[in-house]
Nanobody, 127 residues
Framework: QVRLVESGGGSAQAGGSLRLSCVKTGYTYGRLCMAWFRQAPGKEREGVASIDNDGSTTYTDFVKGRFTVSKESGESSLYLQMNSLKPEDTAMYYC?????????????????????WGQGTQVTVSS
């Protein structure tokens, strides 16, 4: 069974940086699409960035140029480097995985594609 555990959240000043990590355990085969989502208080969960087996990435507009998603080869770990943080980046950040196996499915930020979720790590940005 796939398990995801996030770490690296915390507090930062506006303009600062944080790096989130997500460790994946459990066996998967074929394609594994991994992503970061976030949920601010009173708002719906939204996609932040995804990364496919081949390293191709997708970013939502509000983080382009500021956040970078990456992973270790073998997909045991996922990272989110967050630079130029803004107060509106304050949210609970979740790591997610979609096990596509050999299916030809897009690795994007469609929440319904992701069956595996971590517990989340809180990011708070102050002005």
């Amino acid at each position: 069974q796939v398990r995801l555990v996030e770490s690296g959240g915390g507090s930062a000043q506006a303009g600062g940086s944080l790096r989130l990590s997500c460790v994946k355990t459990g066996y998967t085969y074929g394609r594994l699409c991994m992503a970061w989502f976030r949920q601010a208080p009173g708002k719906e969960r939204e996609g932040v960035a995804s990364i496919d087996n081949d390293g191709s990435t997708t970013y939502t507009d509000f983080v382009k140029g500021r956040f970078t998603v990456s992973k270790e080869s073998g997909e045991s770990s996922l990272y989110l480097q967050m630079n130029s943080l803004k107060p509106e980046d304050t949210a609970m950040y979740y790591c997610a995985a979609a096990h596509f196996g050999y299916a030809r499915l897009p690795c994007n930020l469609e929440e319904r594609s992701f069956a595996y979720w971590g517990q989340g790590t809180q990011v708070t940005v102050s002005s």
